[in-house]
């Protein structure tokens, strides 16, 4: 299921949009959902509840903001969105650039421009971490991404994932999930939570800030390693 985004202030343009992704994806039998703002306020209001989407299509000029503000606001969410600015502001292009656009397409230019676009995000969309961590409780079966991973407290008997769709429970200690999850990804910042350092925000003495903007403290005996991770984490994510 590919999860997307289309924020533009003209109706006219946001269906025409909506329409020529559907039927693209309906030819490539790709399953997918849509949802459509004209606001960018409603929009940002919905990724703070932690609502996820996989692609952004942005226009450039957005009443009370622009696209490369929200872009910002978006990549301090999530690790890895696809942007796809569809605008007729073309001498913005160079800064869509900066916030890791993938494709600047020209309104005018719609039709002939999205098709090649869609191709290349489902071949990124494809590239993307899909190792996973399978939960099994009464009957269900849960299976939760690596990527989609906040952090796992201890919370009584149970260890407690916070992910982008909501917290999910198991009655497992942390030191057997640590056993079973890449050390490459999660880490210990206390002896009562594990955190995922692909969405570690800033670490600072006594506590890390998350994409989800929860503060976790950091333990006086972690501290140093956890920074020392983080910092190998960003300067790999620069090369």
């Not at 903001?65 to 502001?89: E, L």
């Amino acid at each position: 299921m590919i999860s997307i985004a289309i924020l533009d202030d003209s109706e006219t343009d946001l269906n025409q949009i909506e329409l020529l992704v559907c039927t693209y994806f309906n030819r490539r039998k790709v399953t997918y959902n849509i949802k459509k703002y004209v606001k960018f306020e409603i929009l940002m209001m919905d990724i703070q509840e932690n609502k996820y989407f996989d692609l952004f299509f942005l226009d450039m000029a957005i009443p009370g903001s622009t696209g490369i503000q929200v872009a910002k606001q978006i990549r301090q969410k999530y690790q890895d969105p696809i942007i796809v600015y569809i605008t007729n502001y073309l001498e913005y292009a160079v800064d869509g650039y900066e916030v890791n656009a993938i494709r600047y397409i020209p309104k005018s230019m719609l039709k002939e421009r999205l098709n090649p676009t869609l191709d290349l995000i489902l071949c990124k969309i494809e590239q993307l971490d899909q190792r996973a961590y399978i939960i099994k409780y009464d009957g269900t079966i849960e299976k939760i991404l690596y990527r989609n991973i906040f952090y796992i407290r201890k919370e009584g008997k149970y260890s407690v994932f916070y992910h982008r769709n909501g917290q999910s429970k198991i009655r497992k200690t942390l030191q057997e999930l640590y056993k079973e999850l890449d050390p490459k990804n999660f880490i210990y910042i206390d002896k009562s939570c594990i955190v995922n350092i692909i969405h570690i925000l800033s670490c600072g003495q006594g506590e890390v800030r998350m994409r989800d903007q929860m503060c976790l403290p950091i333990s006086r005996a972690r501290y140093q390693e956890v920074r020392k991770q983080i910092i190998q984490l960003w300067r790999e994510e620069r090369q």
